[in-house]
């Protein structure tokens, strides 16, 4: 099942609509936008010297700080009388960055995220509850609309409030949720503690997305839940939530090509890699009218591949995102990312899938500090457990922590609004 024909587009077709649509974005952009028009000049470029998606190498990327350079509207392409909604990022490492939408391109984002809707398999009949934060973040009102779009029922619980969560799941029998999988998981302690077996309520899906995933903690989710898991991908200065998800198929998210154009280029050289290599995502929007976005430069490590689907859809497919270029960390010349001590975590039956890192810096030499909790019920040997996973760290991380901690379940906090936080980097405080 398919919400709409594109979907199963062939590959030709596809193109043409690419092409089509992305001179009419690169001429909207260079027109309305400063910064395009001062880019096109500066490369000695026109919009006619983009003719098809192959033509975007010529072009440089855009990145967050171009965002904050020209906040907080000064990529907008359209008046602010014609923009009907914004919205922002975190803004976590320094300014927000403000991303605005037109009628229209609210309504190519429902219709993006109600193809993710049916691609996670469900339908018009089908109950959601949607536990991502409504408000400046994108997540609440984007999955939202896209229910809405499909024309299944959503109950606009947003996030927190996580025995209410619980009660309304066992109360109106919802089929899907949407939150962080983070959450999913403390949803499932909840709901213990609240005497429910949460395998028995009629849940059968979790889209979760705005954290990185590994598939060990996607195997936690579906176990601890009895669901299929399923990712969805996407990022406010494109759209939101909706520029790809998992089909049944959970094997690789689907890219709504017509909409958004991906690249995967060298994190380095910001050179394209081969078909299949990992790489940056790069992202093109070709259906913006509020915020046209060109090459901009995620920061998402991934890899397309190009077959078709077994679920029969066409658009290409990227690997679920486990890590950032820029969330790389270094300890004594080591290179790592916080989704590989996730895996070593999720390998071991005795301890939760929650942990923390801390990263702090004496006499010039950083020290890696990984804090890990135990099972509720855990009656073995503690210093035989920390052995084992020490010795996994080592292996996975080529260098051994300085310190691992193995605490008592529910020690480490659990975040219930919001995208958790694992990493802590003490060095220059």
Known sequence: MVFDSMETASRDE???????RLQEMV??????????REMFDAEGL????????????????TTKEDFRDYYPTGMFAVDMEDVVRIHASSGTTGKPKIVGYTQDDLDVWSKAVARCLVAAGLGPDDVVQNAYGYGLFTGGLGLHQGVEELGATVIPIGGGNTQRQVEMLADLGSDAISCTPSYALYLAEVAEDMGYDIKDLPLRVVIFGAEPCTEPMRNEIEERLGVTGVDIYGLSEIVGPGVSIECQEQDGLHIWEDYFYP?????NTGEPVEEGEEGELVLTTLSKQALPVLRYRTGDLTRLNYDTCECGRTAVRMDNITGRSDDLIIIRGVNFYPSEVES???EFDEVAPHYRIDITREDNLDKLKVTVEVVDDFDGSITDLKG???KRLS???SFTPDELNLVEYGNIAR???????????????
């Open 14 to 20: 596809l193109r043409e609509v690419q092409d089509e």
């Open 27 to 36: 001429q909207t952009a260079y027109e309305n936008v400063d910064y395009y």
């Open 46 to 61: 026109t919009p006619e010297d983009v003719q098809s998606v192959e033509d975007l190498s010529k072009l440089p990327f």
């Open 263 to 267: 690249e995967v280029v060298d994190p």
């Open 344 to 346: 070593v975590v999720l």
């Open 388 to 390: 084992r996973i020490t």
């Open 395 to 397: 292996n996975v991380l």
């Open 415 to 429: 975040t219930e609004v919001g995208k958790v936080q694992r990493v802590y980097d003490h060095r220059g405080q």
